[in-house]
């Protein structure tokens, strides 16, 4: 773990721009500095103008908020479960807004709709999960143990039923759901951009406010009753909000594996300890773990991408590898 | 102070009660132990006051005030409990742990407020933590670590303090320190409710005792009213003989040899 500094928002802050810079000036198409202002003070050429405003930089946000979303909500899900293992994809997230976004294509919906649906799907299953969850706990009481496991459950009994959903489709809505379940912040529009933009402003705020409660259930539950925290509401209000902000991150760029479990554990590195601190520093690294992803799926082999969420667990599992030989 | 009165506690409402009418006075200034045997309800009487398990009947005070009617927080500001264990999957530097402590006071969103800092080093000073305060909470001893935890219950600034257990992992001396500290905090007007296992150490520095079976008070004032060989017998089911410690003359049980 490296002590803490000051500087290393600063750091982080203009490693993140970069990043985001580099971002929109790579690609099929590399754009000059000069020309990057220049479209954006929109006194470029039509095609350099089309190539920056409307396809790399809704590209870029989308995916920084992909990565800040994600992030802040593996931080949440973490201390509260009081366990580094835990993820937003692990409550049955990921799963639910699966079958969502298959059940959309199979119905033939049109396209606009399915992040709905997928949004529809996830809030599901959180709900479902938590609804086991309670049944499964002792006089109404969610153990977060059973939080987890119900989560787990959930998410392969929707993995069954995408399975099923996708046994007598055509082969282009399988290899449509496939496209989605792997992630991607391609083909973006500045409409995804702005309704996720607000949803993750509005989620992050929520998680941020409630953080230094967050801290006190990292205690334990008798711990934090003991400190005037109403434990069964605090750990079903973060429950819910992070598994929220993961449905709506689903929603917009499908499944992307990794980022809400690993950019926790980076933050924690850099010696954040208190929640607050490490939603800030997972914001951050978050949209730049996102952002360089995307950027490398684009430029490894052009003109074809490579599926963004393999990129990310690439990128997140030898940072991982090197944690976990830290650990004893 | 703290107040129990006739209490009774079933966590299945359909079986026996683990508790059962169980009255006990903590009062300022005096260290009151609850002691009894492995499942006598001991834990199950601090759970309680954390409002962890509902009372079937009977009510729990603090200050002459029933807790279900002052609020978590204010409860948390006026009693402070060091439970028996914790969750320590994430590290966090000492101070910032003891800082914890002012969160019923401050809330979510005061929690830098300048008082704060003041109160946690004083709170550290308190339970003699200070030159620990730089320190992570996972590089601590058994016995720094249950130190620091007492200090974080000071820095809530009740005058209030439960512990449960605190010296269960450690060795005589930091089980001494503990001890001490418990009997200073009390001296210097706390009000003090500690169960332990350690009927002789509670012996010595308690003001009184609250002797727990199946649930119920089966003997209740100073350590020499309670620590009765022929009760203590019965109680923990096991041959002993009561004498007096060589050091301070307080009630010692000796558990004797039994043919298995």
Known sequence: MIAHRTWHWWAGVLALAAVCLLGVALGTVPISLADLIAALTSSATPAVHSIVVTLRLPRVALAALVGIALGTSGATLQATLRNPLAEPYLLGVSGGAAVGAVAAMMLGASSALWPLLAFIGAGVAVMLAIGVARGAGRSGHTDVRVLLMAGVVVGAFANAVIMILLANVPASTIRGALWWMMGSVADTTWFTVAWLGAYVLAGVAYLVWYAPEIDILTLGEDSAAGLGVDVKRATRRAFLASALLAAATVAAAGLIGFVGLVVPHMARAFGLTRQRGVLAGCAIIGAMLVVASDLLARVVIPPSELPLGAVTAVLGVPFFLIQLRRMR | ?260
């Open chain 2, 1 to 260: 102070m703290i107040e129990y009165q006739d209490v009774t506690i079933a966590y299945d409402p359909d079986k026996e009660p683990v508790v059962t009418s169980v009255s006990l006075r903590a009062e300022r200034g005096s260290v009151t132990a609850v002691v009894g045997p492995n499942g006598s309800g001991k834990s199950t009487l601090v759970r309680a006051l954390l409002g962890r398990v509902p009372l079937l009947s009977g009510r729990i005070l603090i200050d002459g005030v029933d807790v279900d009617v002052i609020g978590r927080r204010e409860l948390a500001r006026r009693c402070a409990v060091v439970t028996q264990r914790e969750d320590t999957t994430f590290a966090r530097e000492t101070s910032e742990y003891i800082a914890l402590g002012r969160f019923p006071s401050t809330g979510s969103w005061g929690a830098a407020a300048s008082g704060d800092s003041e109160a946690v080093i004083a709170a550290a000073k308190r339970a003699r933590v200070e030159h620990l305060l730089g320190r992570m909470t996972d590089e601590l001893s058994g016995g720094e670590w249950q130190r620091v935890r007492i200090a974080r219950a000071l820095a809530q600034g009740g005058e209030a303090l439960v512990l449960d257990e605190p010296t269960s992992f450690l060795d005589v001396g930091h089980e001494m320190q503990i001890f001490q500290l418990a009997a200073a905090l009390a001296e210097a007007g706390s009000a003090v409710l500690l169960v332990s296992h350690q009927l002789n150490l509670v012996a010595r520095f308690a003001t009184s005792m609250v002797l727990l079976h199946k649930g119920s008070v089966v003997a209740t004032g100073s350590p020499d009213t309670v620590m009765r060989g022929e009760l203590l017998e019965r109680v923990y089911d096991w041959p002993l003989v009561v004498t007096r410690d060589p050091a301070v003359n307080a009630p010692m049980l000796v558990p004797l040899r039994r043919t298995i």
